[in-house]
């Protein structure tokens, strides 16, 4: 079932050398862009025609996205910035860092590539502030490739820029939000701009901008090595490719997986991670923890990035199975301090919201919910879903209300057999 392409060589190579990286293939394609045998247009059209989706969790066309920022920056003198999104601060999702820990030269080398193809004025590698292994080892493989002459000024015959920088970003949730990242990298407060115009229109420093996640980037180099044709053969017609799944429950064998899109959540559980540890009965799973829940009776539902019939919407790959003993009230209570904690505060629905919901979520743990706290907990709900800024504040509603729709109003209301106004 799993179907190696980022992790391939995982375990087989040293991630402080840029030579153990060379030797099983890495920076071939890099070297194809300098020496002109692989040219702008090629790359692009080969990432487009490979159907690459972002796998930062929205799963926007990445070809797509690339070509609205040359539009955008064509006929103006503006300059065009390339961002990779390694900011990684949502629960349960731990794909980037291995990546940067496994492999950083992969990652580096897809981002000259995305730089060499977008005649990117300069890139930047934007890693969360408390992952400072990973922000020390990406320091240490970008002064590699600089001293290779992969990375510099007037590179190969046809002389190109390539110029790449490693910032240690603040370790908020909210600043891998790209529009706030990009506001972090121009030392701007810390919240996320209205939108449009979206950054492939107005980013960094006003100009066009790209921001990619981590296993997006770190894909190009093997999609232009095995070409876009025999990579959409992998995976589903509208998802293509592999998918790094964090695993998280009480399954057999959890932890990381790199598996084909298109497979169902049947075969994630029992092929893949041997179903469930002896004793455990299976009651939802959570697939991007955003509030995507899904019960038993949709195990043979595909996981992919569109949400329609039978199909389980991928999002960041973070798959949580919880079974009948988990305290779902204490569970639902960890979500709230995160989105209460996480919250930047710019926004009133966000901010109140967040903070209202933990309270209830509180006294929930505690069974001792006001008569209100159910009528409330709607209002709140909604205004989140409908008035938030950003993203942010819809997640923090989902999570609610996937549980709501599973469980129905009794799950609550139980709760208020103690509870006084």
Not at 83 to 88: F, G, L, M, P, S
Not at 111 to 138: R, T
Not at 365 to 387: A, C, G, H, P, R
Request: with cysteine.
């Amino acid at each position: 079932m799993e179907k190696k392409i980022l992790s391939k060589n995982w375990n087989k190579i040293n991630p402080n050398l840029i030579q153990s990286y060379q030797a099983v293939g890495g920076y071939k394609m890099l070297r194809k862009c300098l020496s002109g045998k692989l040219s702008p247009k090629t790359v692009l059209d080969q990432i487009t025609k490979s159907g690459l989706r972002g796998r930062g969790g929205a799963g926007f066309p990445t070809g797509t996205k690339w070509k609205l920022a040359l539009e955008s920056k064509s006929g103006q003198p503006k300059k065009l910035y390339f961002i990779v999104n390694a900011d990684e601060s949502q629960p349960g999702t731990f794909k980037d860092r291995y990546i940067i820990e496994k492999n950083p030269h992969s990652l580096i080398e897809g981002a000259a590539i995305a730089c060499y193809a977008l005649k990117a004025a300069k890139g930047f590698i934007y890693v969360n502030g408390h992952h400072f292994d990973q922000f020390k080892l990406i320091e240490k493989s970008l002064e590699a490739a600089q001293d290779q002459g992969l990375l510099g000024e007037k590179l190969g015959s046809e002389k190109i820029c390539l110029r790449i920088q490693a910032v240690r970003g603040s370790g908020g949730y909210i600043f891998g939000e790209e529009t706030t990242l990009i506001n972090s990298l121009q030392a701007s407060l810390g919240e996320a701009r209205l939108k449009p115009p979206y950054p492939t229109q107005n980013g960094l420093f006003g100009c066009p901008t790209i921001v990619n996640n981590v296993e997006t980037v770190a894909n190009i180099p093997t999609i232009l090595e095995m070409g876009a044709d025999q990579y959409r053969k992998i995976g589903d017609q509208d998802s293509t490719g592999t998918k790094l799944f964090s695993v998280l429950g009480p399954v057999k064998k959890s932890g990381l997986f790199e598996l084909p899109l298109g497979l169902t959540i049947r075969e994630l559980l029992y092929d893949v991670c041997g179903g469930l540890q002896k004793g455990r009965m299976l009651d939802f799973v959570q697939i991007g923890w955003m509030g995507n829940f899904f019960t038993r009776k949709s195990l043979d539902y595909k996981i992919v990035y569109d949400i329609g019939e039978k199909q389980a919407g991928v999002g960041l790959g973070s798959v949580l199975f919880v079974d009948k003993y988990t305290d779902l009230k204490g569970l639902i209570l960890g979500w709230a301090r995160f989105f209460e904690r996480e919250s930047c505060g710019q926004c009133t629905p966000c901010r109140e919201g967040t903070y209202r919901l933990l309270n209830i979520a509180e006294r929930l743990e505690k069974n001792y919910l006001f008569e209100k706290d159910w009528s409330n907990l709607q209002d709140i709900l909604e205004v989140l879903e409908k008035t938030s800024l950003c993203p942010f504040g819809k997640f923090a509603a989902q999570c609610w209300q996937g549980i709501i729709k599973l469980k129905g109003k009794e799950f609550f209301t139980q709760a208020m057999r103690k509870g006084k106004q």
